[in-house]
């Protein structure tokens, strides 16, 4: 694992050079991370898992009994934690590796605790700052993938390549299962329904970067795609877009 903590310099950092960065956002279960490895196997890029960033700041907060709504205390607790994510993509079908002080969370942070709790500090603006600031302090130094909600809209606006991927509710239902599943966890199919539809109702209603369809973004519905399809439909549009910024 490559040593990238999450202790940030104080600065904002200016994104200039955005010529190999592609952003991915869109609703839970539409397939996002799925297409953003594989997209960072194909193209050597940076798979930077946004979601996980969130959740394992919950995952902090949660362990050290602070109230989730204590946005000075999270970033306090999290500056003084050793947190490390692995930006390389491995198997597609697991999870961003994840440690904290040494720990492997990968899976802790994945759990329902950190599920319910991820919406309520996710909504904190002073914790997207912060996060914003790291991911943005990535994407300046290496050529990424950055997978989330906002990585289009308020990280990266002037990304190369932004996606929106959306589903309907049926197939999001459907491919988070087969994800629990790949990863030794389940939960009945009503339980994900109705956590999709929760978290879908916070992220799209929340103040401070809501979930949203960023400007010149692509709109791929992948209900009816294949994962195959959609990889291929994305690495076309990035394939121009490249193109077209060479010319
Ligand atoms: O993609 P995920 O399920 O791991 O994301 C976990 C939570 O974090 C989800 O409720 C939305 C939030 N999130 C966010 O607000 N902004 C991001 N860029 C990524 C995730």
């Not at 940030?8 to 799925?34: H, L, R, V, Y």
């Not at 798979?47 to 907060?61: F, H, K, N, P, W």
């Not at 500090?121 to 912060?130: A, E, F, G, M, Q």
């Amino acid at each position: 694992m490559e040593d990238k903590n999450i202790k940030i310099a104080e600065q904002d950092t200016d994104i200039d050079n955005n010529i190999n960065i592609i952003t991915i956002d869109g609703p839970a279960g539409c397939g996002k991370s799925t297409i953003a490895k594989m997209l960072a196997k194909e193209f050597n890029l940076i798979y930077v898992d946004t979601g996980a960033m969130y959740r394992a700041l919950t995952l902090i907060a949660l362990e050290n009994n602070i109230d989730l709504n204590d946005e000075d205390s999270i970033i306090q607790a999290a500056e003084k934690s050793n947190l490390e994510f692995d930006y390389s993509v491995g198997d597609i079908n697991k999870y961003t590796k994840v440690m904290l002080n040494g720990k492997d969370i990968t899976l802790d942070i994945r759990s329902k605790r950190v599920g319910d709790a991820v919406s309520i500090v996710s909504k904190l603006s002073k914790v997207r700052k912060y996060l914003v600031k790291l991911q943005r302090k990535i994407a300046f130094k290496y050529p990424c993938i950055l997978e989330g909600r906002d990585t289009g809209s308020v990280v990266c606006p002037s990304a190369i390549c932004k996606i929106y991927l959306t589903a309907n509710i049926n197939e999001r239902v459907n491919r988070r299962e087969k994800q629990l599943c790949e990863n030794n966890q389940t939960l009945s199919r009503e339980q994900i329904k109705y956590e999709i539809e929760k978290r879908d109702k916070i992220d799209s209603s929340r103040e401070d970067s809501p979930l949203v369809i960023p400007d010149g973004a692509t709109v791929i519905d992948t209900s009816n795609m294949t994962i195959n399809e959609v990889f291929n439909s994305v690495k076309k549009i990035y394939n121009e877009k490249l193109n077209q910024s060479i010319n």
